[in-house]
């Protein structure tokens, strides 16, 4: 069972473009919303996050939008760069502090 | 500061035989979890230890199974083998259990089963 459905798999988009990454989850116990940026031969690495009590949050080109009422979250990159092209991954923490990854979107950005 | 460092980086290895990969986390964590991937499954959490003892666990067989050490150190071990173990195994660590603590991911390590 998928606990959370992120879409689409890829993602081409040109340079300055804004990609953006959709992520949905069923289960309303999740409390907190990370969203990992992995590039090939390396591990995940957090990029940003968002608690369910705020419906934006924005670090530097990456803004998280959260939809409660729809249990949807999405990454938007702003001004992308080739050096975006990554695979990223959506993910939630359960209250247990477990953590659930999406499928993974591989975005292509190029110049 | 040291990231999170896993050995071995690569492993080929045959069905039916064991694995043991190590992972050594930042200085002063004291959590490790591992994970799975695989390009048709993704990342799937395997489990988690802290202060030696495992606090959570995914939905994998027996036959995977994991430790922790006094110095925080990790070990997994998958026994008898299967072409479908063959993935990204991935260890991260963070200061402590439960909550929303960043965790912080190794390179990695990849096995192969033959």
């Known amino acids: 069972q998928q606990q959370v459905k992120q879409s689409p798999q890829s993602l081409i988009v040109q340079k300055g473009g804004i990609p953006i990454i959709n992520c949905a989850y069923e289960n309303t116990a999740f409390d907190y919303f990370p969203w990992y940026q992995q590039f090939p031969g390396k591990g995940p690495a957090l990029l940003i996050a968002?608690?369910?009590?705020?419906s934006e949050k924005k670090e530097g080109r990456f803004t998280i939008s959260f939809n409660k009422s729809a249990k949807q979250f999405s990454l938007h990159i702003m001004d992308s760069q080739p050096g975006d092209s990554a695979t990223y991954f959506c993910a939630v923490y359960n209250q247990g502090g477990k953590l659930i990854f999406g499928q993974g979107t591989e975005l292509s950005v190029k110049p | 500061k040291a990231g999170v460092t896993q050995t071995p980086r690569y492993l080929i290895k045959t069905r039916g035989q064991q694995v043991t990969l190590s992972c050594s986390p930042i200085s002063g964590h004291r959590s490790v979890s591992w994970y799975q991937q695989t390009p048709g499954q993704g990342l799937q959490f395997l489990f988690e230890y802290f202060s030696e003892t495992q606090r959570n666990k995914g939905n994998f067989p027996g036959r995977f199974s994991g430790r922790q050490f006094s110095n925080s150190r990790s070990e997994m071990n998958v026994s008898t083998l299967e072409l479908g173990d063959s993935a990204l195994y991935l260890c991260?660590?963070?200061?402590?259990?439960?909550?929303?603590?960043?965790?912080?991911f190794g390179p990695g390590t990849r096995l192969t089963v033959l």
């Open positions: 968002i608690r369910p009590d705020v």
């Open positions: 991260a660590s963070s200061l402590t259990s439960g909550g929303h603590n960043e965790q912080f």
